[in-house]
């Protein structure tokens, strides 16, 4: 069973959703805002769900796992404004035809466990929180009956930028991906280490884009009296919008039992790292991916 981890589908629904609002986040034609960057034109093609298809079994992959966009801000929204969204994107990502499965989504200004318990009861494969929401100890104090949900099930948690932010200023294009959503995946990598492991010591965790490459800095965390690296089995990091040179460096830090591939597709395309064996892609596309999800299928009913 070939698998990404990490994909974006907007499903109709959703989009319906965002049209029907006139404060960020929200669309207007293809065209997304949202508070902190600038304008966004989405390409149709990106979300239709045939051409999506196509591109998955061109990739092979057997499973194509969505995720709603945390830096859309829906998470963070008050609970009469996200759950309406958060209804539109669950009722369109589970209808979403094979290859695709999905992970849940919960809105944090008010963290409503039973609502996630019955996203999770209807087929999704864990939840997504926005690495914002993991960055201190408050963060993941409000989490935590969320978190709970997930340990009850035996189901993951997929950690995922959040929302940029403003910016003073005018900023190139990139700016958002290139500095706070590494930011933000660096404090939620260290956050889990300094404040989730001992509330949730067996939760599986997977960090997208290699966690901002946060586990190269154990030896600067050594020195600064944080104590050398620890490689924690239960967690996972996925390869998007990274290549042969990052993984690589990350595997010499952690192994390899914990990298899983993750595209970001339509917004990066899919990369294989040549590591040099193809037992490592096997690792990569199938086994590590396996052992993070426990043996749950496309749709997440675990077997």
């Known amino acids: 069973m070939s698998v990404d981890v990490h994909q974006h589908l907007w499903p109709d629904t959703l989009l319906e959703a965002l049209r029907s609002r006139t404060v960020a986040p929200y669309l207007v034609g293809n065209t997304l805002y949202l508070d902190g960057e ?5 390409n149709p093609a990106d979300h239709d ?14 499973t194509a796992l969505i995720s709603l966009s945390s830096p859309l801000g829906i998470e963070w929204l008050p609970p009469e ?40 009861a209807r087929g999704c494969v864990g939840l997504q929180l926005p690495a914002n929401a993991l ?3 408050l963060g993941w104090a409000r989490s935590a009956p969320l978190l709970d949900v997930l340990a009850q099930r035996g189901l993951p948690l997929f950690v995922h930028p959040g929302p940029a ?57 050594a020195a600064r009296g944080g104590g050398r690296g620890v490689v924690d ?8 919008s990274y290549g042969t040179r990052a993984v690589d460096a990350t595997v010499r830090v ?7 591939h993750g595209s970001d597709r339509p917004y990066a395309d899919p990369t294989v790292p040549d590591l ?17 999800l426990r043996g749950a299928d496309p749709k997440g009913d675990p077997r």
């Not at 089995?233 to 998007?240: C, E, F, G, N, R």
């Not at 990569?284 to 396996?290: A, E, F, G, S």
Request: include cysteine; hydrophobic fraction near 45%; charge should be negative.
């Open 254 to 260: 952690l192994g390899i039992d914990g990298i899983v």
């Open 165 to 221: 932010g403003p910016t003073p200023g005018d900023v190139p294009g990139w700016w958002p991906a290139l500095v706070p959503y590494v930011q933000q995946m660096h404090a939620s990598w260290y956050g889990l280490r300094a404040f989730g492991r001992p509330a949730h010591p067996d939760l599986r965790v997977c960090f997208a884009m290699l966690a901002g490459l946060a586990p190269l800095h154990g030896e600067r965390m």
């Open 38 to 42: 600038p304008p966004f034109e989405v």
């Open 233 to 240: 089995p239960q967690v996972y990091l996925d390869t998007s």
């Open 135 to 137: 960055a201190d100890p």
């Open 49 to 62: 769900v045939a051409l999506r298809a196509e591109l998955a079994q061109d990739d092979g992959l057997d």
């Open 276 to 292: 040099g064996a193809p037992a490592a892609t096997v690792a990569i596309r199938i086994n590590n991916p396996r052992r993070l």
């Open 81 to 120: 404004q996200a759950q309406p969204l958060l209804d539109a994107y669950h009722d369109g990502a589970l209808a979403l035809p094979a290859p695709f499965g999905c992970w849940a989504a919960a809105c944090l200004s008010e963290p409503d466990p039973s609502a996630l318990d019955k996203e999770l």
